[in-house]
């Protein structure tokens, strides 16, 4: 027939199939075996040091004639991290009426939920106000940091020396 293309053979006429993504889908993973991960621990938050009481200790008044008062600080870890704590030091213009005592054994890595109880004292020399702070250095998520609690006490006048504020 004029005009009219000769028909072609059916394989002349058929292209190619594609079929590596099949082969690739199918040869992925076994039958019957289930992967599972874990991601609890990626998902936890950060550990961080909280310190008890926050913000301020107030010793209150003591006769510098009283024997020292002694204070407590309780450090906990909140999160899902631990933390390392590297060092504890007094800071302030007065600080030398307060001490640390060595009952913390440093460096301490608390884990959440675990706590450590630090001793402060105070011991005025004076009658007057004194002023100081705890700083404690530690280590949290990979960075150092330091967390401060300032710390007050008065020394009072005490005429008769009886350990007794007048």
């Not at 990626?42 to 006769?63: H, K, N, W």
């Not at 870890?77 to 440093?106: C, Q």
């Amino acid at each position: 027939m004029p005009g009219t293309t000769p028909a072609r053979p059916l394989a002349a006429r058929a292209r190619p199939l594609v079929i590596l993504p099949l082969l690739a889908a199918a040869a992925c993973g076994s039958p019957g075996l289930e992967t599972t991960v874990d991601t609890s621990a990626l998902d936890a938050p950060p550990g961080i040091l909280r310190v008890e009481p926050a913000g301020l200790y107030d010793f209150g008044r003591l006769s510098p004639e009283a024997p020292r008062a002694r204070g407590e600080l309780r450090l906990w870890v909140e999160g899902g991290t631990p933390v390392r704590v590297t060092e504890l030091h007094l800071d302030g213009s007065s600080s030398s009426a307060f001490t640390l005592p060595d009952e913390l054994p440093l460096p301490v890595e608390l884990g959440p939920g675990e706590e450590a109880l630090l001793g402060v004292y105070f011991e005025p020399f004076a009658a007057g106000q004194y002023f100081g702070d705890v700083v404690v250095v530690m280590v949290e998520e990979g960075q150092e940091r330091e967390l401060t609690l300032a710390l007050q006490g008065e020394g009072c006048v005490d005429v008769d020396a009886d350990e007794v504020c007048d």
